[in-house]
């Protein structure tokens, strides 16, 4: 009776669509290459480019022969909270987010998102759990000529033996974690702020 | 008492079934300070595998493995769990064999190319530009009593698990790819062996190409991993600098 009772408890949550809460949370103390950056005064602009018609539609669950059983959905504005991200992790490292109607500032972030999903994975002795974050982010300076453009992916992957709604959750944070670690150590990126403060156009 | 003891077998079976190893990200994590302590750092790269594309492996199933994990879902629920891991099995073998045919053209044009020599020049290089160590040195393997007869107090070794032409975003009909590398790395106190920092990251760079077009410029990937490999020595250094 109780593994009847727990075939449905543990398979019948498994065709209902899950709802996912997205967010970043920056440690304090935790500084990156962006800190070695002299303060910028930095407008993030995020626009959600995902080839998803229902953008509320984050991942799948999938059941072993690769058949979608459930989605996983989010009432999130992902642009938004992908923006709010990359807002602390700069201000975090000392930096100033500007406001879009604000005309003066150092540099532009233009970020494209091109892929937020987690999907499951089911193997021999577990289930893979992926969460992937892609966007393009193209640096831009005041007089809005490009400085650099950079694909930036923050990956991120569970062992699990049931994927729940909770695994999905984690691994889309996980990979939103991951992307905004990328972005504030990728060399390329560091190099154009970096050349962008020795202009000397900071207010 | 029988109910009681029941429930909290039951609650103990779902709690691990719900427990999880995350496989990538900082599974170690250490301060700058203890990263940065040593006087000389060692750097060994190696290789787990030759090139590869993965794409048929992160596309969607093939039907042959559907077939065959259906019918051992008919033999009920023993049936249905064998069936599935079967069916994974076959759909990860079949993924293989298309990518090896793909990947057979641009790994005759790359027998030549040493992904370990690249990422080790350029880690030793960075580290000494950013002056993260007072002494660096590149070092042939990852052997620790090597490392110490050569006077080598930390060690930063770097396995590449996986390198090669990764899917840009998996979808059924896209065929466009980047440089990906998967790569474990770790910060090892020579004299004690004890790992201090440990992390394992998907790294993929660069923009994505049609991979017809890069069949027919065989070099341009020589380009797009090396540009990718000296990134991410670059990345890694910031990630020993801030970790």
């Known amino acids: 009776m109780y593994l009847v009772a727990m075939a449905v408890a543990t398979s019948g949550c498994a065709f209902i669509d899950g709802q996912v809460d997205l967010v970043y949370r920056p440690a304090a103390e935790k500084k990156s290459s962006l800190s070695t950056i002299k303060p910028l005064a930095i407008r993030v602009s995020v626009h959600d480019q995902r080839e998803t018609v229902d953008k509320a539609l984050v991942g799948n669950r999938k059941n072993g022969f690769g058949a979608v059983i459930a989605s996983m959905k989010t009432d999130q504005n992902l642009a938004l909270v992908l923006r709010q991200a990359l807002i602390g992790e700069l201000e975090n490292n000392g930096h100033t987010a500007v406001q879009d109607r604000e005309t003066s500032f150092d540099a532009m972030l233009d970020v494209s998102l091109k892929k937020y999903w987690a999907e499951s994975t089911v193997r021999f002795f577990d289930v893979q759990v992926l969460g992937t974050l892609s966007a393009d982010i193209r640096i831009l300076d005041l007089l809005d000529q490009q400085i650099t453009m950079r694909g930036i992916t923050g990956t991120h992957v569970e062992s699990r033996q049931l994927a729940v709604d909770e695994a999905f959750q984690d691994v889309l944070n996980g990979a939103l974690a991951e992307f905004v670690r990328n972005f504030a150590r990728d060399p390329i990126i560091i190099k154009a702020l970096r050349g962008l403060n020795s202009i000397g156009v900071n207010p | ?243």
């Open chain 2, 1 to 243: 008492m029988l109910f009681f003891r029941s429930s909290v077998s039951c609650l103990a079976f779902l709690s691990s079934l719900a427990a999880c190893s995350p496989t990538t990200g900082t599974r170690l994590l250490a301060d700058r300070s203890s990263l940065t302590r040593f006087s000389q750092l060692g750097v060994a790269v190696t290789k787990n595998e030759d090139f590869s594309i993965r794409i048929a492996r992160e596309q969607e199933p093939n039907p042959g493995a559907l077939i065959v994990g259906i019918s051992g879902a008919a033999g009920g629920l023993v049936g249905a769990l064998v069936g599935t891991a079967i069916a994974a099995g076959i759909d990860s073998a079949a993924g293989q064999n298309a990518d090896s045919r793909v990947a057979e053209p641009f790994s005759r044009d790359l027998a030549s190319y040493d992904p370990v020599g690249v990422l080790s020049e350029g880690l030793v290089t960075e580290l000494a530009t950013e002056k993260v160590f007072p002494a660096v040195t590149g070092l042939p393997s990852d052997s620790i009593p090597a490392a110490h007869r050569a006077g080598i107090d930390g060690m930063l070794t770097v396995n590449i698990k996986q390198w090669g032409l990764r899917l840009c975003a998996p979808s059924a009909n896209n065929t466009k790819v980047q440089a990906g590398l998967l790569v474990q790395s770790r910060i090892v106190v020579v004299a004690t062996q004890d790992i201090l920092w440990e992390r394992e990251e998907l790294y993929m760079d660069g923009e994505c190409h049609d991979l017809q077009q890069l069949s027919t410029q065989k070099r341009s990937v020589r380009t797009l991993l090396s540009n990718a490999i000296g990134n991410l020595a670059g990345k890694l250094v910031n990630e020993i600098r801030f970790p």
